[in-house]
């Protein structure tokens, strides 16, 4: 019997920032905050600060007009989308979101049914008509009559639609949203840019999608993309632990968050040894640490003195645990205006620990062993192609993602846990296990991704999870 799920056909799956896209994204979320719980704080903060018919109008635009949003192709930053949208035929805006309502009423009519939604003529003339389709297609937030009711007036005088569109996605980036882009966009291209090289092309969406976060891809999401041709997915500050998709025949982008500290050795196929496994435990085994834990699992993103200020600890006790669960991977630390700093939790790190106990309860092979087996190990599942005979690497870097982790992880096995080396012994031991002149771009690909940590000035290097790590506390680069 075949999956109704399965995502494997012909798919391309890309990483992108689309900071229009976000912007858009993030202001539907506000109006879904009591409707689900863990979003992130902004977007919790934010609808206070709005007039309610601000809230209403936010509703109208993104439960029944969010197809006329769709922004041009090359369209790179949101003012440049807003003189766009205004200066849009409204009537073109008008058919879009018609257009759009007819095609997901036909997806959603199953095949061996003869029912054929009504013409654009007909949606707009009859309101029952119109309001049975919306109420048939709509999947992501429940229906409201009255409220759809509104938006079909709405459709029937383009030039008020258009203009209620375009001043209120003017306000609420004017009011709420340009700031708070301006605060996390780096860090998201960071994030596009760590998660676009952890690329498997052979990977499915499935796949890619937990490796991403360490949470599976919901059925229904996976449902609807089996017939995507091109997913775009879209890191996001704002989704907490929710999922959005936005969809169109083509493509699709799944808006998703992790926090920017993303472990990239998550993708390595060694198992956590016992040394590094017991650092992490350890770094849990804290009363403080764990109630740091537990506001950030209700709170989501909290600043430093807002945790200082609810634990009722002085500013130098929790800082300290603060470090730990940084170096540890436990924690994001971004920093903000002046001193300020804010607090994230690294889910795919609580993952992959997790991970580990498993395979240490199921007495799976967790036994550290000694390095001439690691090495061994790593010839045995394809590092010999990259090797001379004297075990020296030969090229870098590979065209495949998995195939530079692989590199990355067979050179890391050569350092010392425990050990902190200056930037010059790094060099020499990696031009003693290759035969590549560039040491300098062997170790910045063990920085970048996050085999090895290093000092702020970039003169010490050392094993991440290393028990260094904790000795390093306010030096490292994280």
């Known amino acids: 019997m075949s999956d109704p799920f399965s995502t494997r056909q012909a798919v391309h799956v890309v990483v992108g920032l689309e900071p229009v896209y976000n912007a858009l994204n993030s202001f539907s979320l506000l109006s879904a905050s009591e409707r689900l719980a863990g979003l992130n ?12 018919e601000r809230r209403h109008t936010n509703r109208l635009v993104f439960e029944g007009l969010c ?29 879009r979101v ?50 759809q009711t509104e938006v079909h007036t709405l459709l029937n005088d383009a030039p008020a639609m258009h203009h209620l569109i375009v001043s209120h996605l003017e306000e609420l980036w ?5 700031a708070e882009w301006r605060r996390v966009q780096s860090s998201l291209r960071w994030q596009v840019e760590m998660f676009t090289r952890s ?28 017939t995507i041709p091109e997913i775009m997915l879209v890191p996001s500050w704002h989704m907490g632990r929710h999922v959005a998709l936005w969809e169109s025949e083509a493509s699709a982008r799944l808006f998703f968050s992790e926090p920017p500290n993303y472990d990239i050795t998550l993708l390595r196929s060694a198992p956590v040894g016992r040394a590094e496994l017991r650092a992490r435990l350890d770094a849990l085994a804290d009363e403080t640490r764990m109630r740091i834990l537990e506001l950030l699992v209700q709170q989501d993103e909290l600043h430093a003195q807002d945790i200082i200020a609810a634990l009722d600890l002085s500013q130098s006790g929790v800082s300290r645990h603060l470090k730990q669960l940084v170096s540890m991977g436990y924690l994001y630390e971004r920093r903000g205006e002046g001193a300020n700093k804010t607090y994230r939790l690294s889910s795919v790190y609580f993952e ?18 000694p390095l001439a087996e690691t090495h061994e190990e790593a010839q045995s599942q394809g590092m010999r192609r990259f090797l001379d005979k004297s075990g020296r690497l030969t090229m870098w870097p590979p065209a495949k993602q998995r195939d530079k982790l692989l590199i990355l992880e067979y050179l890391a096995s050569f350092f010392e846990r425990g050990r902190m080396y200056s930037e010059k012994e790094v060099n020499d031991l990696l031009l003693l296990r290759s035969t590549i002149k560039d040491s300098a771009a062997l170790r910045r690909a063990l920085y970048e991704y996050r085999f090895m940590n290093r000092t702020r000035d970039g003169s010490r290097y050392w094993l991440i999870g290393s028990e260094l790590s904790e000795e390093g506390e306010g030096k490292e680069t994280l």
Do not use: M, N
């Open 199 to 226: 690329l498997d092309e052979d990977a499915s969406i499935e796949d890619t999608f937990h490796t991403f976060t360490g949470r599976d891809l919901p059925a229904d999401l996976r449902e609807r993309l089996t």
């Open 67 to 95: 197809a006329a949003l769709a922004p041009g192709q090359h369209v790179l930053d949101f003012p440049t989308y807003l003189k766009d949208l205004a200066e849009q035929d409204p009537c073109v805006l008008r058919d």
């Open 174 to 178: 004017k009011t709420t949203f340009a």
């Open 352 to 369: 992959r620990t997790a991970r580990a106990i498993e395979q240490l309860v199921s007495a799976e092979d967790t036994q550290k062993r």
């Open 41 to 52: 704080a902004w977007v919790v903060r934010t609808p206070a600060t709005l007039t309610p």
């Open 98 to 147: 018609l257009e759009r309502l007819r095609s997901r009423f036909s997806q959603r009519v199953p095949s061996e049914e003869t029912l054929v939604g009504p013409d654009s003529v007909r949606l707009l003339s009859d309101v029952h008509a119109y309001l049975t389709c919306v109420e048939y297609v709509q999947v992501d937030t429940p229906f409201d009559r009255a409220l």
